[in-house]
């Protein structure tokens, strides 16, 4: 169960039981049915938190949020504290290759749906837990993607240096955790593969953040340095945020010297690149506020979009600051297409990430509908089953 869609996928065959809710653990579940697995999405009698997220909607009423991370899954609704709701749920951990979770840590242990449950009937399980901090001291910490932005420090990085902090446009850690455990589910399935043992994954936002924050965490643990927000300015690198031209604002990046070079070259001020104050990264950083107004004095003498062909012509990357509609738009002009139509009715969806040569991901299921599919999953796990 289910008849496996055509042509063949990576993950065809792999069954998951989805028992997370809201984003990390749903994004997660849904890049592996995207590349073919089974996913059955588990919902208390009150569905996913993210079912009443809204506005925005979906023109049929349906939240915007939940449907951006809950294709291609088939929807039960099962009560645990109903003692049949429950020893479903158990038949269904028992026979899964994959169960994915984000209880508090503990919280499955009197359902019987903790690890060591579930593998000491299922042991090839590879079960994935996601948390907010761990399962040690920060068990009983809540795992809101804005207290982990805040806690780990990355607000203390976003935002004017002399403003408040910002939190990120988006619950960045739990797409991170999500991602992460991704990895690590895959990884074990291999190793699976090999040995035929399954094992217990924990991702936690916080681990997340301690990686997903790379040149920032590493400043204080490798170097002793405490990084704090520069508004738009790289703490490593200059140019590298927005400049001003003769309209719009202009992200400029010049990565390396070269790079430096061919800005200064179209600018119509090589000097400024043979300087020895500037000639280098490091001294360009040092010296940003020196640099900054003689980059400006020539930006400001041509629209945004004249830089921006000029500039990407030579190898210097730069771009506008669009909006998300913006964005959305640019990538059809690439020919990214970032839509999708999902399931029968073609429902809109967003592209999953990745390209394959020899596979694709599929778009098979819209979102589902709360219990939609309860009936049928109930009378699979029903039948007799080795």
Known sequence: MPAQSTPARPLDGLLVADLSRVLAGPYATMLLADLGADVIKVESPGGDDTRTWVPPVRPDGVSTYYASINRNKRSIVLDFKNGTDLAAAQELARRADVLVENFKPGGLAKFGLDYDSVSTANPAIIYSSISGFGSGEGATLPGYDLIVQAMSGLMSLTGDADGQPYRAGISVFDVMAGLHSTIGILAAVRHRERTGQGQHIEASLMASAMSGLVNQTMAYVGGGVTPMRMGNAHPSLFPYEPLPTADDDLIIT?????????????????????????????????????????????????????????????????????????????????????????????????????TYSGTSPRYDLAPPGLGEHTDEIRAWLAEEHR
Request: a negative charge; charged letters at 25%; aromatic letters at 4%.
């Open 254 to 354: 010049a990565g390396n010297d070269t790079q430096f070079r061919r800005l200064c070259e179209v600018l119509g001020i090589p000097e400024v690149a043979a300087d020895p104050r500037f000639a280098e990264n490091a001294g360009r950083t040092e010296r940003r506020e020196e640099l900054r107004p003689l980059l400006v004095e020539r930006l400001r003498t041509q629209p945004a979009e004249v830089w921006f062909e000029a500039l990407n012509a030579v190898g210097v990357a730069c771009g506008p600051i669009n909006t998300i509609a913006q964005g959305v738009e640019y990538a059809r002009r690439l020919g990214l297409e970032p839509e999708v139509a999902v399931g029968p009715d073609g429902v809109p969806g967003v592209r999953h990430p990745l």
